[in-house]
Nanobody, 112 residues
Framework: QLQASGGGLVQAGGSLRLSCAAS??????VNWYRQAPGKQRELVAV???????NYADSVKGRFTISSDNAKNMVYLQMNSLSPEDTAVYYC??????????WGQGTQVTVSS
């Protein structure tokens, strides 16, 4: 149902774009979470079906979530990356019927 991709190794100050391919359901909301080693999973960004977005304070102004409904894709553009952004990033979606889906994680590593 969800397929995340786009992670990798980048230097501090660099950028990455994560992609989440969603299929099989109509989703009311898609979220990006991340989990760093030894830390709890953190909600990073949200996009609602109407297009409204919300961000964690730690990424505001640096990350942008967007969607391409024609392609059933949700993106997370990450700029000005720092080592603190190193984590496994997951996309998660809530269908209009109330089901929750998780994609597999994609590793983002930011070197200093």
């Amino acid at each position: 149902q969800l397929q995340a991709s786009g992670g990798g190794l980048v230097q501090a100050g660099g950028s990455l774009r994560l992609s989440c391919a969603a299929s099989g359901s109509i989703f009311s909301r898609v979220n990006w979470y991340r989990q760093a080693p030894g830390k709890q999973r953190e909600l990073v960004a949200v996009i609602e079906s109407g297009g409204s977005t919300n961000y964690a304070d730690s990424v505001k102004g640096r990350f942008t979530i967007s969607s391409d409904n024609a392609k059933n894709m949700v993106y997370l553009q990450m700029n000005s990356l720092s080592p603190e952004d190193t984590a496994v990033y997951y996309c998660n979606a809530e269908s209009v019927l109330g089901y929750v889906f998780w994609g597999q994680g994609t590793q983002v590593t930011v070197s200093s």
